[in-house]
């Protein structure tokens, strides 16, 4: 494979370690996805994951919104999914139109019965099963090592693995869910298993993530999509310790095989009572969702970390006044952004965005901050 190109625009990765800046770099989660006309054509008939597991398709997906919005994003992040931790775990996931992720067999707990009356093993056989993601997601490194070619050091690639409590809820309830029955049971019903699980989960996303930065991802980003359906005193239990776990064990994984330090971006969606005890994990970067004033994060974290975030994605359907007074909000409520800010939204991109909003979007953050 050629050699990588170095980079280029380091403007993110420079934020990322807590450096003054010239002005903040710009990214948005979801940046490559469905609200893209060129994403359709060249997704073509590939189901979901069928463009996740093709390096060539994963790679033009991600480079799509780069290309679009030349000289406005600061980085690119790799095309997968969270839940390829659990398809190397075995389990068989499915992206569904118009329904989303679907788990066939969702995992039962313990002790659970089959339909026939017998006793369901799937637990026990998933802990015993020894995983070897460096072998089971390499299309997501062969991806990465593309995409680190085709961007010629334009802008930094992210690489991301879904965080462990996000991951057991998918796994137990099958695919999304409203009111969590089945993830909940397992918890406080099967407290010990849970924390097993989950400590299985995590050491899986740490050497997942060493395995992307090996291939080329200049910074990792960890997913906990559904930490805002736990209690503040069940998230310190069910989510932070392994949040932390990852956090202190990539360095020291990184490290064995030979690897410089990269920047760790955490982003737990709905958590706005633990930011300050999400700022001490030992991640550089916190993200913050819609839900949190820029002004108090920026009180609450001192200085510790540097914050990503946090506009409402809905405000790119709200015209282009809306975006307008947004933007000049959270630019003043982070500061102006010459250090320890990343520009963000607050989740995901939503499929019926126009490419031209998001487009002025980063625009007004430029001029605003220029």
């Known amino acids: ?50 463009c996740c597991r093709s390096p060539t398709i994963a790679s033009t ?4 919104p780069i290309d679009r919005y030349a000289n406005l994003l600061d980085a690119a992040i790799i095309f997968s999914d969270i839940l390829v931790i659990p398809q190397a775990m075995g389990m068989t996931v499915e992206m569904l139109d118009g329904k989303g992720p679907h788990f066939p067999q969702p995992l039962l707990p313990p002790g659970a019965k089959t339909p026939s009356g017998s006793e369901d093993t799937q ?17 997501v490194y062969r991806a990465i090592a593309l995409t680190r070619i085709k961007l010629a050091g334009r802008v930094p690639l992210f690489g991301f693995c879904g965080a462990p409590w996000t991951l057991l809820c998918y796994m137990v309830e099958g695919g999304g869910s409203k009111l969590f029955v089945r993830v909940k049971t397992w918890i406080y019903a099967h407290p010990a298993a849970s924390h097993q ?30 930490a805002a359906e736990l209690s503040p005193s069940s998230f310190r239990e069910f989510s932070l310790p392994y949040l932390r776990y990852i956090s202190e064990n990539l360095p020291r ?3 064995e095989l030979g690897l410089e330090k990269v920047p760790m971006v955490v982003f737990a969606k709905g958590a706005w009572y633990a930011l300050d005890a999400l700022c001490e994990l030992g991640y550089q970067v916190v993200g913050l969702d819609w839900l949190q004033d820029p002004a108090e994060a920026v009180r609450i974290a001192r200085g510790r ?20 007074k947004l933007v000049r909000e959270m630019v003043d409520g982070f500061g102006g952004g ?28 430029r001029n605003y901050t220029a």
């Open 61 to 64: 997906l991600t480079l799509q």
């Open 123 to 139: 637990f026990n056989e998933l802990m015993r099963r020894d995983v070897d993601v460096a072998t089971e997601l390499d299309y």
């Open 197 to 226: 699980l989950l400590q299985k989960i995590a050491s899986l996303c740490v050497e997942y993530l060493a395995q992307q930065v090996r291939a080329g991802a200049q910074i990792v980003q960890v997913f906990d999509s559904w």
């Open 305 to 324: 970390v540097v914050l990503q975030g946090n506009a409402d994605p809905g405000v790119l359907y709200g015209g282009r006044e809306a975006i307008s």
């Open 1 to 50: 494979m050629p050699e990588i190109p170095p980079l280029k625009n380091d403007l993110l990765i420079r934020t990322a370690w807590g450096e003054k800046v010239e002005r903040p770099p710009i990214w948005v989660m979801r940046q490559a996805g469905r609200y893209l006309p060129e994403y359709h054509v060249a997704k073509g008939q590939h189901d979901f994951f069928a």
């Open 253 to 255: 994984r990184l490290d």
């Open 338 to 365: 010459k250090q320890g800010w990343i520009v963000n939204l607050g989740h995901g991109i939503t499929p019926f965005v126009k490419p031209e909003d998001l487009k002025f979007f980063f625009e007004e953050v």
